[in-house]
Protein backbone atom coordinates (compact mmCIF):
# COMPACT_ATOMS: atom_id res chain seq x y z
CA UNK A 1 0.00 0.00 0.00
CA UNK A 2 0.74 3.27 -0.59
CA UNK A 3 0.35 6.30 1.85
CA UNK A 4 0.93 10.05 2.37
CA UNK A 5 3.38 10.38 5.50
CA UNK A 6 3.80 14.16 6.87
CA UNK A 7 6.56 14.81 9.48
CA UNK A 8 6.08 17.59 12.39
CA UNK A 9 8.38 20.89 11.56
CA UNK A 10 10.29 19.77 14.78
CA UNK A 11 11.70 17.05 12.37
CA UNK A 12 12.55 19.58 9.46
CA UNK A 13 16.40 19.81 10.29
CA UNK A 14 16.58 15.65 10.47
CA UNK A 15 14.34 15.53 7.35
CA UNK A 16 16.73 15.87 4.56
CA UNK A 17 14.62 15.63 1.34
CA UNK A 18 10.85 17.27 3.23
CA UNK A 19 8.39 16.97 5.30
CA UNK A 20 6.00 14.98 3.40
CA UNK A 21 6.83 11.56 1.67
CA UNK A 22 4.76 9.09 -0.05
CA UNK A 23 5.82 5.45 1.68
CA UNK A 24 5.08 1.66 1.47
CA UNK A 25 3.61 -0.53 3.53
CA UNK A 26 0.56 -2.30 5.05
CA UNK A 27 1.42 -1.66 8.48
CA UNK A 28 2.45 1.12 10.40
CA UNK A 29 5.26 -0.24 11.29
CA UNK A 30 6.15 -1.11 7.39
CA UNK A 31 5.60 2.52 6.54
CA UNK A 32 8.34 3.88 9.36
CA UNK A 33 10.67 1.35 7.93
CA UNK A 34 9.85 3.07 4.43
CA UNK A 35 10.29 6.66 5.73
CA UNK A 36 13.80 5.49 7.13
CA UNK A 37 14.91 4.25 4.15
CA UNK A 38 13.90 7.88 2.12
CA UNK A 39 15.29 9.97 5.77
CA UNK A 40 17.20 7.34 7.71
CA UNK A 41 18.19 10.54 10.30
CA UNK A 42 14.97 11.13 11.48
CA UNK A 43 14.69 7.65 12.89
CA UNK A 44 16.15 8.25 16.07
CA UNK A 45 13.66 10.97 17.23
CA UNK A 46 10.64 8.55 16.32
CA UNK A 47 11.78 4.95 17.35
CA UNK A 48 13.94 4.11 20.03
CA UNK A 49 16.74 1.24 20.46
CA UNK A 50 14.71 -1.69 20.25
CA UNK A 51 12.82 0.02 17.46
CA UNK A 52 9.56 0.67 19.41
CA UNK A 53 7.57 4.28 18.72
CA UNK A 54 8.98 6.62 21.44
CA UNK A 55 6.73 7.52 24.30
CA UNK A 56 6.65 11.10 23.15
CA UNK A 57 5.59 10.53 19.88
CA UNK A 58 2.15 10.02 18.40
CA UNK A 59 1.30 8.01 14.68
CA UNK A 60 -2.00 9.02 13.71
CA UNK A 61 -3.59 7.53 10.36
CA UNK A 62 -6.52 9.44 8.99
CA UNK A 63 -7.30 11.05 12.11
CA UNK A 64 -7.25 8.40 14.32
CA UNK A 65 -3.88 7.61 17.10
CA UNK A 66 -2.88 4.25 16.03
CA UNK A 67 -0.03 2.19 17.12
CA UNK A 68 2.99 0.31 14.76
CA UNK A 69 1.14 -3.12 13.96
CA UNK A 70 -2.21 -0.64 12.66
CA UNK A 71 -3.00 -1.69 9.12
CA UNK A 72 -2.77 1.25 6.61
CA UNK A 73 -4.92 1.80 3.54
CA UNK A 74 -4.11 2.73 0.13
CA UNK A 75 -3.88 6.27 0.07
CA UNK A 76 -3.69 7.38 3.92
CA UNK A 77 -2.75 9.89 5.25
CA UNK A 78 -0.07 9.14 7.88
CA UNK A 79 1.33 12.01 10.34
CA UNK A 80 3.25 12.05 13.03
CA UNK A 81 3.29 14.34 16.18
CA UNK A 82 6.06 14.72 18.90
CA UNK A 83 4.89 16.48 22.15
CA UNK A 84 6.57 19.86 22.77
CA UNK A 85 7.54 20.51 26.44
CA UNK A 86 9.86 22.74 27.92
CA UNK A 87 9.39 25.08 31.40
Sequence with gaps: MTANLRLPRLLAQAAKTGLT????????GEA????FALE???????????????PHV?????GAMVGPESGVS?????????AVSGG
Design 21 to 28: HEVEGSTV
Design 40 to 54: PGVRSHIVDETGAVR
Design 58 to 62: SVFVD
Design 32 to 35: LLSL
Design 74 to 82: EGAEIRILQ
